[in-house]
T-cell receptor, first 116, second 112 residues
Framework: GAVVSQHPSRVICKSGTSVKIECRSLDFQATTMFWYRQFPKKSLMLMAT?????????EQGVEKDKFLINHASLTLSTLTVTSAHPEDSSFYICSARGRGNFGEAFFGQGTRLTVV | SQQGEEDPQALSIQEGENATMNCSYK?????LQWYRQNSGRGLVHLILIRSNEREKHSGRLRVTLDTSKKSSSLLITASRAADTASYFC????????????FGTGTQLKVEL
């Protein structure tokens, strides 16, 4: 299957700082990327959908000014957690789908964010 | 809100036994997919079943779909310790956005 690389896998940051997480599709063009948040032993909560070259669509209850998403190219989307707070500590996962691909989604390895 | 509810939430079996997980959903779907997640890792796609299909096989996996009951099941036969993971169903309602909505997941533990 297609490969999606997410970086970093783990990050620890101080409260008030910003953290950027990258999601890259390595061998296909990802027209749509999705960002999820997952709490321990819980399901994935969709945060936003990003389409290349356009603004992300955020799910209800997700602060777009806090979780900045940029999908500048067909192979890269970034999630920036701004003014990080300990309650932002979580596991963040991206997934990607290619053009015309209405089947499976390909997931990154996830990023464990800890805000201290 | 979560589209899918899975049961059981946790399942512990012995190696060699079969494991069955169920998923129920609420709205019409284009297809339903099952994913596996090892602890602290991303998700791996296992199998996709379309709304006009009733059963699908892939290796030791068997998936059924009953659109009248809005439910699906995943059967793993002859389980192995390496099958220990969390399993999620995800529904694709089609239309714009290509969003997947994930179920609550089943944590499977296969003991030697």
């Amino acid at each position: 299957g297609a490969v999606v690389s997410q970086h970093p896998s783990r990050v620890i940051c101080k409260s008030g700082t910003s953290v950027k997480i990258e999601c890259r599709s390595l061998d296909f063009q990802a027209t749509t990327m999705f960002w999820y948040r997952q709490f321990p032993k819980k399901s994935l909560m969709l945060m936003a959908t990003s389409n290349e070259g356009s603004k992300a669509t955020y799910e209800q209850g997700v602060e777009k000014d806090k979780f900045l998403i940029n999908h500048a190219s067909l192979t890269l989307s970034t999630l920036t957690v701004t003014s990080a707070h300990p309650e932002d500590s979580s596991f963040y996962i991206c997934s990607a789908r290619g053009r015309g691909n209405f089947g499976e989604a390909f997931f990154g390895q996830g990023t464990r964010l800890t805000v201290v | 809100s979560q589209q899918g509810e899975e049961d059981p939430q946790a399942l512990s079996i012995q190696e060699g036994e079969n494991a069955t997980m169920n998923c129920s959903y609420k709205t019409s779907i284009n297809n339903l997919q099952w994913y596996r997640q090892n602890s602290g890792r991303g998700l791996v796609h296992l199998i996709l079943i379309r709304s006009n299909e009733r059963e699908k096989h892939s290796g030791r996996l068997r998936v059924t779909l009953d659109t009248s009951k809005k439910s699906s099941s995943l059967l793993i036969t002859a389980s192995r310790a390496a099958d220990t993971a969390s399993y999620f169903c995800a529904t694709d309602a089609g239309g714009g956005g290509n969003k997947l909505t994930f179920g609550t997941g089943t944590q499977l533990k296969v003991e030697l």
